[in-house]
């Protein structure tokens, strides 16, 4: 008997934790019901982080689903619903290309790095942090981006400054003084 690789190892533990896709994929930052599916039938190949939260939302051992054999379908790099491409770099047809440079179904083409870029662990977070805010937060991101130096500490400043909340704080503590 052969062993049990990890997309079946992630179906059996989902469903022992008596789980649907859906609430699995809630549980799971960044992955969809769709993503879950897709992984179950080694689609797509996950993070370890995502592996890693997977098994602590089923509660069973990292170290079971992480050491489990994925087979090479899952690395070919299938892009699962949420954008996410594996080591090889190809996507499905939503217009982007693999590292090769060829061109997808809608006829758009990228240079080679467009779809892969290394991120420190730091940067993640922030990329974590964006894909979860809602729409006025990422504005305000990306206009904090945006700043030269010399405008950030006033914009951060002015911003912090403006906001009703901080102004309530800040006049609680100077009647205390």
């Known amino acids: 008997m052969a062993a049990k690789n990890r997309g079946q190892l992630i179906k059996e533990a989902r469903t022992a934790a008596d789980m649907t896709q859906e609430q699995l994929a809630r549980k799971v930052k960044g992955l969809s019901a769709s993503d879950i599916s897709k992984a179950e039938r080694n689609e797509i190949a996950l993070t370890n982080e995502q592996v890693k939260a997977i098994a602590k939302a089923t509660g069973v051992t990292q170290k079971s689903l992480l050491e489990a054999p994925v087979p090479k379908k899952a690395s070919s790099g299938k892009t699962s619903s ?77 911003s912090l400054i403006n906001n009703p909340d901080i102004k309530d704080a800040l006049s609680g503590l100077q009647s205390l003084f």
Do not use: C, F, P, W
């Open 82 to 158: 949420s954008g996410k491409t594996s080591s090889s770099g190809k996507t499905s047809s939503s217009g982007k290309t693999s590292s090769s440079g060829k061109t997808s179904s809608s006829g758009k083409t990228s240079g080679s790095s467009a779809n892969t870029m290394k991120v420190s662990a730091d940067e993640k977070k922030l990329i974590q942090a964006y894909r979860a805010a809602d729409a006025e937060t990422k504005k305000a991101a990306m206009a904090l981006l945006k700043k030269s130096k010399n405008d950030e500490i006033g914009g951060i400043l002015g």
